[in-house]
């Protein structure tokens, strides 16, 4: 079975300021790993994801993403945000080699302070 | 373009009264899900459906009930027998080959019993 863990439930921040969540995850094979964005009373959609190949993953509105197989972690990082990056974000896990469900951690919580 | 659409976006329902969520997807996904989604606690599956006419139990079925008649639609009932059914509801979908695993999401239905 796999699992993601998100350490902090919320993360308050002065704009402009780095920023990074955290997410750990557990499985006994090979995973596919998932950021994603959820703006309030929205669905949520995809910032980044991590199949194959480099570690270091690159995903939309500037943020990125480090897969540490040692560490089993992915934790997602800005080198600024700003106000419109106030969201809570959710890092999911999905086996590879054939299709599972999706497992997701309970949120990050990004408060952005103008 | 190809998307998920849940209906309807608000609803309200009675003590006593079964209501069904709407989720339509045109992206030709095999794979369906419903999560519900409480403050603090992330998103927790109900269901979900890996191919027409079949489904499996998430990790909070007690009190749902869906159906999956055609590879488009997978709608879902809240019973009288939830207890708790006030919270926000996803419909996701998955592409079943392995290298484009991301879930793509729905707007969500708000429910509220009044």
């Known amino acids: 079975a796999q699992s993601v863990t998100q350490l902090d439930s919320q993360v308050p921040v002065f704009e402009e300021a780095p920023v990074e969540l955290r997410c750990n995850y557990s499985s006994s094979v090979s995973v596919y790993l998932f950021w994603y964005v959820q703006y309030p009373n929205q669905g949520l959609q995809l910032l980044l994801k991590?199949?194959?190949?480099?570690?270091l993953v690159k995903g939309i509105n500037g943020f990125e993403a480090e897969f540490n197989k040692s560490q089993t972690s992915f934790h997602l990082r800005k080198p600024s945000v700003h106000i419109s990056d106030t969201a809570e974000y959710f890092c999911a896990v999905s086996r590879s080699g054939g299709y599972q469900k999706v497992t997701f951690g309970t949120g990050t919580k990004l408060q952005v302070i103008p | 373009d190809g998307g998920i659409t849940q209906s309807p976006k608000y609803l309200f329902r009675k003590e006593g009264q079964n209501v069904t969520l709407s989720c339509e997807q045109n992206?030709?996904?095999?794979?369906m899900y419903w999560y519900r989604q409480d403050p603090g606690q992330g998103l927790r599956l109900i269901y979900y459906s890996q191919i027409v006419n079949d489904f499996q139990k998430g990790d909070i079925a007690e009190g749902y009930s869906v159906s999956r008649e055609k590879k488009e639609s997978f709608p879902l009932t809240v019973t009288s027998a939830q207890k708790n059914p006030t919270a926000f509801y996803l419909c996701?979908?998955?592409?079943?080959?392995?290298?484009?695993?991301?879930?793509?999401f729905g707007q969500g239905t708000r429910l509220t019993v009044v």
């Open positions: 992206l030709n996904h095999d794979a």
């Open positions: 996701a979908s998955t592409d079943r080959t392995g290298q484009r695993t991301e879930a793509f």
């Open positions: 991590y199949l194959s190949g480099s570690t």
